[in-house]
């Protein structure tokens, strides 16, 4: 390395002319000079080679160094730059040399600058400026940058001196700033990860985690720096994992942990939970560390724990279910899986079945109709499908069953299969079968009770007939009242219940009214068990077809005896009313006269008395005598008084058509006719004058002739009981009205006093009757008079004139 | 008393009947009272008479039957003889149980009221007799001392005196006087007739 001097010439003429010349040869050019300066007494000669650096040495190395180097006495003046401090300070050479330091120093740092500067100078040994703080130096445009200063103390001949070797550290400053960014955006990251993040180097010495990891494992961020990794690791785990952790940085990629084995992390508290841990190389500069997610999977452990067990019990529940057959299609209805109901319903072992189709538990029918398929349709047309069926059992039988089909799709949509759940309803269908049944045969039989019930609770005989009058039906009513039983009722043996004359005229009747086809009343005497004879009024309807045909009658009949009864009690009621009202008038008539009678009698006694007596008392007789007399004659008076006020009673007269009168009492009397079982017959002339009378009188008239010929037709019994009423008119100026009976008749020699008052020729006749009829008709200047009747009877007769003689 | 002469009352609104019935009852001496109405007969002076009431059942205002209650509220114990024009079995039930003694329905044979009205005559007067008869035993018996009456009592019932004596504590001397008294006063002639005398005063009630 030693320079020619033409060399050395050529380079110092560089410098001269400002150029920069190779490092190197500067060393090589500023060396000789600095060779002869002579090392000082007392010193070492390697000290002195040291210290002992001639300036212009130093200056060559000062000016080789790479960075910028500044020299400062101890009073702080610049007493040598370099060519890097110009660059570095944007200061020429002149500029600083001689200058203080602190023009180098930010104005902030200045003032404590020179006591820093003394500091030094009492024990001056190498060191960095600064201790850890940022130094700053300032360049000739104000700008700051930031430095870092090695101070090395230079004895020289000047006494001791400091060489300031100044580094520009703003590059790396920024470089570190930027890295610092970087981590931390990194920690925050991690920090704000929703998952436990622990982030280890390769020792496994944990060197971050997250506020997650802290929460999670149960540690303080401190208690899990710096300690190794394995502590999160449960005990039984933990001796494995180093060797697994080296064998991650191997081949250091992300990847989960555990590679399928389950994975748990230990607490702080000693228990331990299921983790998924992803791992996840990061390269930092002090090599490649481990950043470890770890999801706590306790619930989602917990959630497929669940799901286990209930795909485990759903398997045990459709293979335990017995009652019904669960078995899956797959989508072209091949038996793909079998239950142990299935086995039962159907018949089939699993191993028999699976592989098979569906459509073998269908009928014949069922499967001619493509009913198999179009379930499946409708299935994956609607879900699902329901029916209830026969079906097919191994064996050939068949059995109702309920179907349900549902169709199995992916969450693609795509048909995956169907399950069919079968449950053998036979049981159910023939029970509600025969439940239908019941309730309509007991509907029925209800219904029939009631129409029982209904014929029996009816106050009458019901019965019905075919068309030609055989009885096919009598209620319970009816046996009950006939006392006949069921087999003597039906057909013609009701006629023994009917009252022999009734039943003549019933019969005679029946093929008219069964011709005529219409209801129709009747009134029939039925005989009861007892033998009595009721009154019943029987109404027969017919029921038509649809073409008109009578196919039955039906018959009711109401016992109307009571009513009859009621009603002849009325009427009888009305008879003795109007007798006891007659009865009064007659007794106290009787009074009146039985009065004088007596006492006629009483005197002619008293008189006979006295003439056979043996005093002979002649007065006293005759007084008896007068009495008698004059008490005969009191009662002739009493009698023609009597008859007297009979026709001049009150009367109000009117014209009268007697036809219609006669009328009007017949029906008066129709009770006392039917009563006495006595037809009564009318024969009216066509026209007839009216005649001017009292009408109630005239009634009183006819009633009385009416009941006169009831009465004496009481005890007949070998021949009809009739009572004609005939009206004529006689000549021109009169009506006659007949009476006519076949009755017990007239006795001749009766006829004469037939109408005299008190006269009668019946067990409890009042013999008041004719008389008050003969007053009537005389006091209307009419006629009455009684005949025997032809063969037998009596007719009665009287002709009243007609008004215009009136 | 067989003396006093017995009266036949006639109550009939019927002068002609009463006439009549006047004119019979005199055949056989009787003799006749007539009214008109039983209100005429209750307002007449009382005679002490044996005698009957011949009644019509049915006079004008007031019924026979009304009328015969009337006579036993009013103690008159008379008895009656009804005749009616018309008679029923419930009204004769009535008149008898209320002590009618005949009930005669008209026309009657005039023998037959006669025959009733002398029975009811004969009646009326053995009536009257023992109701005499009676008050004056009782007139007596109210003349005796309790001890005499202790004394009639036993001596009926056939207790001699000394057993009489010794019946009620007394000497036989006193009992044998108190018997004399007894006998005088009651007026019996023998025991037999001092037994008839409380034999009679019993059946009517009265209690020594």
Redesign the interface.
């Known amino acids: 390395m030693s320079l020619t001097d033409r060399e050395k010439e050529q380079l110092k003429a560089m410098i001269d002319a400002g150029e920069a010349i190779p490092a190197r040869y500067r060393a090589e050019l500023f060396a000789e000079p600095s060779e002869a300066k002579p090392a000082r007494p007392g010193e070492t000669a390697e000290a002195a080679d040291v210290l002992r650096v001639s300036e212009r040495r130093l200056q060559l190395i000062v000016e080789a160094a790479p960075n910028a180097v500044v020299m400062i006495d101890r009073s702080g003046e610049i007493v040598m730059v370099n060519a890097q401090a110009e660059r570095v300070f944007g200061y020429s050479r002149a500029e600083l040399v001689g200058q203080p330091v602190e023009m180098l120093v930010p104005e902030r740092f200045r003032g404590h600058h020179p006591e820093l500067r003394a500091a030094f100078f009492v024990d001056p040994r190498p060191r960095p400026m600064g201790a850890g703080r940022d130094l700053y130096g300032l360049k000739k445009d104000g700008s700051e940058f930031p430095i870092e200063i090695g101070l090395n103390p230079i004895e020289t001949d000047d006494g001791t001196m400091v060489l300031s070797a100044i580094v520009d550290i703003t590059e790396r400053k920024a470089a570190e700033a930027a890295l610092r960014e970087s981590e931390q955006r990194f920690r925050l990251v991690v920090e704000a990860a929703p998952n436990a993040m622990v982030m280890s180097d390769q020792a496994g010495q944990i060197l971050m985690v997250n506020t997650e990891a802290e929460r999670l494992f149960g540690y303080s961020r401190a208690e899990l720096v710096g300690q190794p990794v394995e502590m999160l690791v449960p005990e039984r785990f933990r001796g494995h994992h180093p060797g697994l952790r080296a064998a991650f940085f191997v081949d250091p990629r992300p990847r989960p942990m555990g590679a399928g084995r389950d994975l748990y992390g230990l607490k702080k508290d000693g228990s331990e939970f299921p983790v998924e841990i992803g791992l996840n190389p990061i390269e930092t500069d002090n090599g490649t560390m481990v950043l470890s997610a770890i999801v706590d999977i306790t619930e989602r452990k917990a959630a497929d724990q669940a799901l286990r067990e209930s795909e485990q019990r759903y398997s045990v529940l459709v293979d335990g279910v017995t009652d019904y057959a669960i078995f899956m299609l797959d989508p072209k209805g091949i038996i793909t899986n079998w239950n142990s109901g299935a086995e039962r319903i159907k018949g089939y072992r699993a191993d028999e079945i699976v592989g098979q189709h569906f459509s073998r538990f269908y009928t014949e029918e069922d499967r001619a109709a493509n009913k198999p398929q179009l379930a499946l349709e409708i299935a994956v047309r609607d879900g699902s499908h329901e029916a209830e069926s026969l079906r097919v059992r191994k064996d050939g039988s068949r059995f109702w069953a309920n179907v349900v089909v549902d169709a199995i799709k992916g969450g693609d949509g795509q048909l995956i299969g169907f399950v069919k759940i079968t449950r053998d309803i036979t049981e159910r269908i023939q029970s509600e079968r025969a439940r239908e049944e019941a309730r309509i045969a007991q509907a029925q039989s209800q219904q029939m009770e009631a129409i029982r019930l209904v014929i029996d609770t009816i106050p009458a005989l019901v019965w019905s007939a075919l068309p030609d009058g055989s009885v096919d039906f009598v209620s319970h009513r009816w046996l009950e009242y006939t006392g006949l039983s069921l087999e003597e009722a039906l057909g013609s043996g009701y006629a023994a219940a009917f009252h022999r004359q009734d039943l003549e005229r019933w019969l005679a009747q029946w093929p008219a009214r069964a011709s005529a086809g219409r209801a129709f009343e009747d009134e029939i005497r039925m005989r009861r068990a007892d033998g009595e004879y009721r009154h019943f009024l029987t109404r027969y309807r017919p029921l038509h077809d649809a073409s008109d045909n009578i196919v039955k009658w039906y018959g009711a009949a109401t016992d109307i005896e009571d009513r009859k009864r009621a009603e002849a009690l009325q009427s009888e009621l009305a008879r003795v009313v109007r007798l006891t009202t007659m009865g009064e008038v007659t ?1 106290s008539i ?2 009146e006269i ?10 002619g ?2 008189c006979l ?2 003439l056979e ?1 043996q005093t002979m008392d002649r007065a ?1 007789a005759r ?2 005598a007068a ?1 008698a007399v ?2 005969a004659e ?1 009662a002739t008076d009493i009698i023609r008084h009597i008859r007297a006020l009979m026709t001049k009673s009150e009367t109000q007269r009117a014209e009268i058509d007697m036809n219609g009168l006669v009328t009007e009492v017949l029906a008066l009397t129709h009770n006392e006719l039917l009563k006495g079982e006595v037809s009564a017959h009318t024969v009216l002339a066509p026209t007839l004058l009216p005649i001017f009378g009292d009408r109630v009188q005239l009634q009183q008239l006819i009633l009385n002739l009416i009941m006169n010929g009831i009465e004496a037709m009481a005890s007949v019994a070998d021949r009809p009981k009739e009572l004609t009423i005939e009206t004529r008119a006689e000549g021109t100026d009169h009506v006659l009205v007949l009476v006519r009976d076949s009755g017990v008749g007239l006795n001749p020699k009766d006829a004469d006093q037939l109408f005299d008052a008190f006269f009668t020729t019946k067990p409890e006749g009042t013999g008041m009757g004719l008389a008050i009829c003969r007053s009537i008709v005389e006091a209307h200047d009419g006629r009455i008079w009684a005949s025997a009747g032809s063969p037998y009877g009596a007719v009665f007769q009287f002709t009243l004139p007609t008004d215009n003689v009136s | 008393m067989e003396d006093v002469q017995p009266v036949v009352v006639v109550i009939d609104d019927d002068p002609s009947v009463r006439d009549a019935l006047q004119g019979l009852l005199e055949t056989a001496a009787l003799a006749v009272e007539l009214y008109a109405s039983p209100g005429e007969y209750l307002q007449r002076k009382h005679i002490e008479a044996p005698g009957c009431i011949i009644l019509d059942v049915r006079l004008r205002g007031s019924s026979g039957l009304d009328f015969q209650r009337e006579l036993v509220r009013a103690g008159d114990r008379t008895p009656v003889i009804f005749l009616t024009g018309h008679a029923d079995v419930a009204m004769t039930v009535q008149a008898m149980k209320a002590g009618a003694v005949e009930f005669l329905t008209k026309p009657y044979r005039d023998q037959t009221l006669l025959e009733a009205v002398l029975l009811a005559i004969e009646t009326d007067r053995a009536r009257r007799e023992s109701d005499e008869m009676l008050a004056a035993v009782r007139q007596r018996l109210d003349s005796l001392t309790p001890r005499e009456r202790q004394v009639m009592a036993l001596a009926a019932s056939g207790q001699s005196n000394k057993q009489t004596a010794g019946s009620i504590g007394i000497g036989d001397v006193t009992a044998r006087v108190h018997r004399r008294q007894v006998m005088r006063k009651m007026q019996a002639r023998s025991i037999a007739e001092l037994v008839k005398i409380v034999e009679l005063l019993a059946n009517h009630g009265i209690k020594l």
Not at chain 1, 594 to 603: D, E, K, M, R, Y
């Open positions: 007794a009787a009074h039985i009065q004088p009678l007596s006492a006629v009698v009483t005197n006694n008293t008395y006295w007596d006293k007084s008896a009495r004059r008490d009191r």
